[in-house]
């Protein structure tokens, strides 16, 4: 079941301990229970989830009170950050602290986004509606689809046709596929015992403000991971963003998903940093 990071513990009764040892207890924990001093006051909801024997990190954030972006290259010398540990060091240099990452879309053997990328508003990368080979790679199992994040701040997932066709300008967005769920239904193309297993990570939109992102623990099939979305994390539209190599990371958690000997560099990496 879904843990919270925050989730409150039973603790047993302690023993009675030293009236001397409390006056050194009392301080420490008052320093700590003061504002701004916890170091997991702006952490993010994080939690394990298990589903049909297989165990899940889920991450759930609140548009209205995290800002969620996308990072692909450092603004000042143009390299692409690669990983999320340069992207946490690249904050850490600027007084910012990373609180969540994760792999984006689809990207080419040039580490390039193979579909739509935006970024701050701008489109680095159009949308890519091409029909390709489905033997080639997940993106050209259809329909693949677009996560975005809006001006006035909501969150959707879209297939790529829904997306053109709506014409909205997106603040943030990443193409990827497949779609997992359309409208509450499995993607047809999945299949319920298939052998094509490989550690998974995705994402949903649950309210316009409410994203949720998942990546397996182990090595799981497509039918499977979109059930998950489905059927315990009620989502009704949701999109594969990678397998293989996707990992999630969280402050003062570390990374979860694909071991770390399997990661390649990633072209685009959503990111959540701590408020100033």
């Excluded at 024997?53 to 290259?73: A, I, T």
């Excluded at 999109?239 to 990371?249: A, P």
């Amino acid at each position: 079941m879904y843990r919270s990071a925050s989730s409150p513990l039973r603790m047993r009764s302690a023993p009675r301990r030293p009236r001397r040892l409390l006056h050194v207890l009392l301080p420490l924990a008052l320093l700590v229970g003061a504002p701004g001093c916890a170091p997991s006051a702006q952490a993010v909801d994080s939690g394990e989830l298990a589903f049909e024997g297989q165990d899940y990190r889920v991450v759930r954030l609140d548009l209205k009170h995290e800002q969620l972006g996308l990072y692909w290259r450092d603004p000042q010398s143009g390299q692409p950050f690669g990983s999320i540990e340069s992207l946490r060091q690249w904050g850490d240099a600027r007084g910012r602290r990373l609180l969540f990452a994760t792999n984006a879309g689809i990207y080419d053997h040039k580490f390039a986004p193979l579909g739509l990328y935006v970024e701050n508003g701008k489109t680095v990368v159009p949308l890519n509606l091409a029909h390709g080979n489905p033997a080639s790679g997940n993106f050209s199992l259809l329909p693949n689809g677009v996560f975005a994040i809006y001006p006035d701040g909501h969150a959707a997932v879209r297939t790529s046709a829904a997306f053109k066709a709506e014409g909205k300008p997106a603040q943030w967005a990443t193409q990827s596929g497949p779609m997992l769920l359309i409208d509450g239904k499995l993607n047809e193309q999945f299949v319920d015992d298939s052998s094509s297993l490989k550690w998974r990570s995705g994402v949903c939109v649950k309210t316009s403000t409410e994203v949720v992102f998942a990546v397996s623990e182990a090595p799981v099939n497509f039918h499977t991971f979109g059930r998950l979305f489905r059927d315990r994390l009620g989502c009704r539209d949701a999109l594969y963003l990678d397998g293989s190599i996707s990992q999630l990371y969280v402050d003062g958690e570390g990374y979860t998903g694909a071991p770390a000997f399997m990661v390649k560099p990633y072209a685009g990496i959503f990111a959540v940093f701590a408020k100033p």
